[in-house]
Structure formats: structure tokens, C-alpha cells
T-cell receptor
Framework: DAGITQSPRHKVTETGTPVTLRCHQT?????MYWYRQDPGHGLRLIHY???????DKGEVSDGYSVSRSKTEDFLLTLESATSSQTSVYFC??????????????FGEGSWLTVV | GDSVTQMEGPVTLSEEAFLTINCTYT??????LFWYVQYPGEGLQLLLK?????DKGSNKGFEATYRKETTSFHLEKGSVQVSDSAVYFC??????????????FGKGTLLTVNP
């Protein structure tokens, strides 16, 4: 299994509060991603990073920000949580070279409920 | 834009039945194609992949062949088991410039195998 750790794994928070999800990898992969999974929508890309301090938006980035200060850590912040952000969040990593090149590996997910 | 269409579920089969889950794609270039599997309460695991036309990916008795002429990557297994019950996602990865790879997912197909 790819060395990806997400924290927290489960969280309940109130509307309007900030929330930060953390993704930590031990594979030294260059690319890191945050996806959300919702019924009827599959997985949708929120933000991704192609290096330290290099990030870009995905298809559903509104209301989310990210930071990557170290290769191994990628943080996703919900600046002011809303009920529509109740979802399962998956971190993923990839590398472009080597035997696993161009393959994306996923963490185990973080279940977030906004009440 | 790039997209993946997979057959809608749920799919319910009896143990030892033959499985096909259809997947077709639209892409502007030459993508790599993947099947991921998600067991209940877990993250996505790579099941198999193919990186060029006519390649066949295989793993755990599952197979899929990259068909460029029909833009398809159908998943098959000759004899399913109860333990194969899961959600299956077809996905494509395309170099969007600067060696940046992102996955585009289908919406997933729920497979239930009954004893």
C-alpha cells in the first residue's frame, strides 16, 4: 500500500467554522491531490499540487484552499464550512517516472460532516 | 473536455457468474486508462491499468483491454466471488502539460455478488 495517511479520518463540525484536513505521504511523490466523493458525482478534483508551494485548482475548488510547505504534507482547508461540503475527502499522490509512473494512489479517506 | 462514461449500476450477480462493466472515454490526446476498486469504508485501490492501445491490464482475475478504435476499456472477470462486491471506477489520465497528470473518473458502478 502507498504510504498515505489522512487525518482526521472522521470529523463533525459546525457550519461557519474552519476545518483543515491533512495528508501525509512517505513516498516522496511530486504530485498530491485532494478529491471529494459524493453520491451521483463520483470523485471530483478539488486542488492539486505539483511541488512544494506549487498548487492549482481543480474542478470544484470554491470554498477550499490548500498549502504544501513540505513535499510530504498537503493540507486542505475549508475556510468556512457549509453543509454542501459534507463529503468524503480523499488525498492522492502520483509520480511521473519509474514503474509506478502516471499512476495515482489514494489514501483511506476523511469523512467530514458539517452540521 | 475529457470524460469517462461507465455503465450505471447497481449490478447484482450470483457467485461464479461472468462480469462485464462497460467503460468508454472521450479524450483529446492519448490517455492512460485505469480501473479502481473501492470496498466499503475504504479508499480507492488501483485494480489494473493500460497505457497504450491494445494493452491488456490484468489483476486478481480481472482484465480490461485498451481499445482505441472504440475508445473503450471494459472490465471483465470470468467468475466473480462474493469478495468482489465493491464499487468499480473507470478513469483516465492525460498529460495536461508540464508532465502534470490528473485523473478523470467515471461515476462508479456498484457490484454486489450473492452467494
Amino acid at each position: 500500500d502507498a504510504g498515505i495517511t489522512q487525518s482526521p479520518r472522521h470529523k463533525v463540525t459546525e457550519t461557519g467554522t474552519p476545518v483543515t484536513l491533512r495528508c501525509h505521504q512517505t513516498e516522496n511523490h511530486r504530485y498530491m491531490y485532494w478529491y471529494r466523493q459524493d453520491p451521483g458525482h463520483g470523485l471530483r478534483l478539488i486542488h492539486y499540487s505539483y511541488g512544494v508551494k506549487d498548487t492549482d485548482k481543480g474542478e470544484v475548488s470554491d470554498g477550499y484552499s490548500v498549502s504544501r510547505s513540505k513535499t510530504e504534507d498537503f493540507l486542505l482547508t475549508l475556510e468556512s464550512a457549509t453543509s454542501s461540503q459534507t463529503s468524503v475527502y480523499f488525498c492522492a499522490i502520483s509520480e511521473t517516472t519509474g514503474p509506478s509512473g502516471n499512476t495515482i494512489y489514494f489514501g483511506e479517506g476523511s469523512w467530514l460532516t458539517v452540521v | 473536455g475529457d470524460s469517462v462514461t461507465q455503465m450505471e449500476g447497481p449490478v447484482t450477480l450470483s457467485e461464479e457468474a461472468f462480469l462485464t462493466i462497460n467503460c468508454t472515454y472521450t479524450a483529446t490526446g492519448y490517455p492512460s486508462l485505469f480501473w479502481y476498486v473501492q470496498y466499503p469504508g475504504e479508499g480507492l485501490q488501483l485494480l489494473l491499468k493500460a497505457t497504450k492501445a491494445d494493452d491488456k491490464g490484468s489483476n486478481k482475475g480481472f482484465e480490461a483491454t485498451y481499445r482505441k478504435e472504440t475508445t473503450s476499456f471494459h472490465l471483465e472477470k470470468g467468475s466473480v466471488q462474493v469478495s468482489d462486491s465493491a464499487v468499480y471506477f473507470c478513469a483516465l489520465s492525460l498529460n495536461s502539460g508540464g508532465s502534470n497528470y490528473k485523473l478523470t473518473f467515471g461515476k462508479g458502478t456498484l457490484l454486489t455478488v450473492n452467494p
